[in-house]
């Protein structure tokens, strides 16, 4: 059964990753840096964007957004799909290149040319009348609506065990990832539903629509991903798209942020639940604050194209499979970091770069070593 908003914000109590008594947060509550009301993030539609899935996330780089679809543009699609019988791959793709805006046409005819070459290595079936309809449209609006909101709501999970699309890369199948509760939200719909929104071949188990299912789930989460690591990355990451526009948030002031953007509009909390929240939501905080310090230190020393997503994943299993103390060591000394960071109200280019550093599996040992000696 899909979990509820309640049950997914809380997360496993019985999970050792919630269970942080000792930890200490003395950051203060301090006046928001935030001047301007929040803004819903702008929706990435990922019919957009072409070629394989990777593991690797949206590159810290923002991209132009694509224009709405326009009655005529669709009329003229569906001309032209009667005349030439595209498959749904190919129609798909340059169906999201007639709707690019003007100044972006030299690059989308450049990926679809790019798109239709690798197809001819990867596909080699005969094309398929696949009809441009309005009720095409909806269901795949629907669906991928559907995806969207369910990931939004499990990235507010505290206890997920892995955020990227190889869980099986840490230590075998999981249970609590990504990726495996999207597609169980999936799974749980009842079949009506799913003959109104999966192609056939899914519901018949072939191996290749599959396959196409599973990169478009993918894609999906990939830009939810992407979202998160906007919030984290508030007034640290500059894009064409997104200015820095003053201090960097402390922690309490990212998690609002987190809070009121990522639940969907039918499941948007009030302020007395998000304050709640990130009042007491201890296996959040930590985990939030230790995904902002990885996503810092990526953009400062590291390749763009490189996934922080994996190397999160990796700490997760670490974690998991270490004692009680080593979590509560790695917790403090991840408080300990943030607020050496970023609870001076500091601009993002004050903090010296060689200071965004995160805490390692040898300081959190060294901590441990520390306390023993104290008690000793």
């Not at 799909?81 to 690019?100: E, R």
């Not at 805006?101 to 596909?123: C, G, K, N, T, W």
Request: with cysteine.
């Amino acid at each position: 059964m899909v979990m509820s908003m309640s049950a997914l914000i809380q997360g496993d109590v019985s999970d050792l990753a919630s269970q942080f008594k000792g930890v200490r947060d003395s950051l203060a509550p301090l006046p928001s840096t935030n001047k301007n009301p929040k803004t819903p993030l702008q929706e990435v539609d990922p019919m957009t964007f072409f070629g394989n899935p990777s593991t690797n996330d949206v590159s810290m780089k923002d991209s132009s957004a694509t224009s709405s679809p326009d009655p005529e543009t669709d009329q003229i699609c569906t001309d032209l799909q009667a005349k030439f019988k595209l498959d749904p791959t190919h129609l798909d793709i340059v169906v999201a290149a007639s709707h690019c805006a003007p100044e972006a046409r030299h690059a989308s005819l450049v990926f679809v040319m790019a798109a239709f070459y690798q197809l001819d290595f990867i596909v080699a079936a005969p094309p398929t009348n696949h009809l441009y309809d309005n009720r095409f449209k909806l269901m795949q609006n629907s669906y991928q609506d559907f995806v969207r909101c369910h990931a939004c709501m499990i990235l507010l999970n505290p206890t997920l065990q892995a955020y990227s699309d190889n869980p099986h890369q840490n230590g075998g199948a999981l249970p609590r990832t990504l990726s495996y509760l999207t597609l169980d939200a999936v799974e749980q719909q009842p079949i009506e539903w799913k003959e109104d929104h999966l192609a056939p071949g899914q519901l018949r188990d072939d191996p290749v629509a599959l396959e196409s299912y599973r990169e478009v789930i993918g894609e999906l989460l990939k830009h939810q991903r992407s979202n998160l690591q906007t919030l984290l990355s508030a007034n640290i990451l500059s894009t064409q798209r997104i200015n820095i526009k003053g201090a960097v948030p402390n922690r309490h002031e990212m998690l609002t942020s987190i809070y009121q953007d990522l639940p969907p509009k039918g499941d948007k909390m009030t302020a007395a639940e998000i304050r709640a929240q990130v009042d007491n939501n201890w296996a959040m905080r930590i985990r939030m604050t230790y995904a902002r310090l990885v996503m810092v230190h990526y953009y400062v020393h590291k390749s763009k194209k490189t996934s922080q997503w994996l190397e999160i994943d990796e700490r997760l299993g670490i974690l998991r499979a270490a004692s009680i103390e080593f979590q509560k060591h790695h917790a403090q000394l991840v408080l300990d970091k943030d607020n050496e960071l970023f609870s001076h109200l500091k601009k993002f280019s004050d903090i010296p770069k060689d200071d965004f550093t995160v805490p390692s599996l040898e300081d959190v040992r060294a901590s441990m070593a520390c306390d023993e000696m104290a008690d000793n």
